[in-house]
């Protein structure tokens, strides 16, 4: 695990590093506007297998996405104007009908062809969904069933002694207090709130 400190004065260098890195299929920790994520190539299989290994996470619990904007997400699912304005809030994940199940691997649409689409609010994360042109698959990063975190020691301990881990920590030092993001499913009569 290779592990950089983001400054302002690093920030630039910090992003390129980054970009190579996802481009090459690797699987970063990153600072969120939330908790502190795991993220990937959302289009990359491998690199999207490898998520479900490092966490742990069931096979069966598909990854979000996040997105650079409201286009983005429009190529990826089908959304209206009033599902829009749910997306324009940072701290919700919509639970979306996938426009076309093809673009992605395995582990990140659902058996009833639904992916979970976020556009976050995080400066250095903005500008890499930028830079890249691409959706992240994106989970807190933690092992499945241990508390997510805004705390970098406490990301570090639940990966310092597995037998697979992220290649690259983006430290941002300890985060404000946040819980991971409220999900809500889009795709009936009526939003359906999955977490709080």
Known sequence: MKRLQ????SHQEILKITTRSIKKGEIIVCPTDTVY????????KKAVKRIFTIKKRP?????????????????FAKIDKNQEKFLKNPKITLVLEIRNKKNFPKGIVSQDNKIGI??????FLNVLLKKLNLPLAETSANISGKPA?????EVLKQFKNQKHQPDLIIDAGNLKKAKPSK???????????LRK
Do not use: E, W
């Open 118 to 123: 976020r556009a976050p609010n995080y400066n």
């Open 183 to 193: 999900v809500i499913d889009l795709t009936g009569s009526k939003p359906r709130i």
């Open 37 to 44: 994520g795991l993220c990937c190539d959302a289009l990359n």
């Open 149 to 153: 975190s805004t705390k970098i020691k």
């Open 59 to 75: 096979k069966g619990k598909p990854l979000p996405i996040f997105v650079k904007d409201i286009k983005m997400a429009r190529k």
């Open 6 to 9: 983001l400054t302002q004065k």
